[in-house]
């Protein structure tokens, strides 16, 4: 059984393949929108709003959490069809692929098996589209300094326009560059937070790259669709300051996930040259770099 029956989850830079093998999931694509059942399972791209996952009393699934434009390899649309619209299983790969791979996961003798029968499903299944070789690289710029650049400097140093830049995101990750770099700076703050401590919120929303700490707080809400305002539990008013420097921001970043740059253009923008291995979520398959998997525990 799992320690909570309800998951309320910001958005995040990160998209999500769950097969469920137990009672249906239930899942809702903002707190606005009403919830649905997901027997099969369910394909979440890159979400722009906060969302509510829900585990039956006794669960049982594997999952694979992906980088954001991870699911691209695997999806016969564009991802931005399904922005903020969660599809099942068969919706994706038809009923019938759906049902064989459930039977065989099933079956499986333990998780282990389970993560390998994936993984193997996954690899069949593995494609590159058009433009991903793009986008990876300019995601990851944005994950290494934390979303802290202009969309127009990103284009440029990639060596395309703006709008083919924007419509390969919104086709491989489903949301635009400039949609993906508010959610990695938002992130990277809120993994900056030592929720055992107290809260500087104003030093928080400058060290992030926040105008102010009023700046900070409408983008909490928007990304979040929380009602608390942060501001609240920090009565100290904020001033005018000089923005700090990036260190700040690419610790947070580096804290949320590696980067490691192969070209000059991504550290022409300041992006870390981090080699370390990004960190997934125990008992799923991560992928990462497209063709190489990363299985169990991290």
């Known amino acids: 059984m799992p320690p909570y029956t309800l998951l309320t989850l910001p958005p995040a830079p990160s998209a ?41 009393p006794r669960t049982r699934s594997v999952g694979v959490h992906f980088k954001p434009w991870g699911l691209a390899p695997f ?3 564009p991802a931005v069809e399904l922005c903020d619209r969660p599809v099942t299983i068969e919706q994706v790969w038809c009923r ?5 791979l459930r039977d065989r996961l099933a079956t499986a003798d333990g998780p282990h098996e389970m993560l390998t029968l994936l993984e193997e499903e996954l690899r069949r299944r593995l494609c590159e589209p058009a433009g991903l070789g793009l986008v990876r690289q300019a995601s990851g710029v944005l994950a290494a300094i934390g979303g802290a650049v202009a969309i127009g400097d990103l284009s440029e140093a990639a060596g395309v326009g703006s709008t083919h830049l ?14 993906l770099a508010r959610t990695y700076r938002f992130t990277a703050t809120v993994f900056a ?33 929380a009602h608390t305002d942060p501001a609240r539990r920090s009565p100290a008013a904020v001033s005018p300051r000089t923005p700090r420097p990036r260190d700040g921001r690419l610790a947070a970043a ?10 000059p253009w991504a550290a022409s923008l ?28 991290e």
Not at 96 to 100: D, G, L, N, R, V
Not at 166 to 179: M, N, Y
Not at 291 to 297: A, I, L, Q
Request: proline residues 6%.
């Open 16 to 56: 999500l393949l769950i097969v469920n093998l137990g009672a249906p999931l239930r899942v809702r694509a903002g707190t606005d929108i009403a919830s649905a059942d997901y027997a099969d399972g369910c394909v979440v791209t890159m979400p722009t709003r906060a969302w509510e996952f829900g585990y039956p």
């Open 75 to 77: 999806l016969p649309m």
């Open 96 to 100: 019938s692929a759906t049902a064989e």
């Open 166 to 179: 924007v419509q390969r995101f919104k086709d491989l990750i489903g949301v635009t560059p400039k949609r």
């Open 193 to 225: 937070i030592d929720p055992a401590g107290p809260v500087d919120w104003s030093d928080l929303a400058h060290d992030a790259g926040y105008v102010d700490q009023a700046h900070f707080g409408h983008e909490f809400r928007g990304l979040h669709r």
């Open 254 to 263: 580096n804290r949320l996930i590696s980067y490691k740059s192969y070209s």
């Open 270 to 297: 300041g992006a870390s040259q981090s080699r370390g291995v990004p960190r997934g979520q125990g008992g799923h398959v991560r992928l990462g770099v497209v063709g190489r998997f990363r299985r169990g525990r």
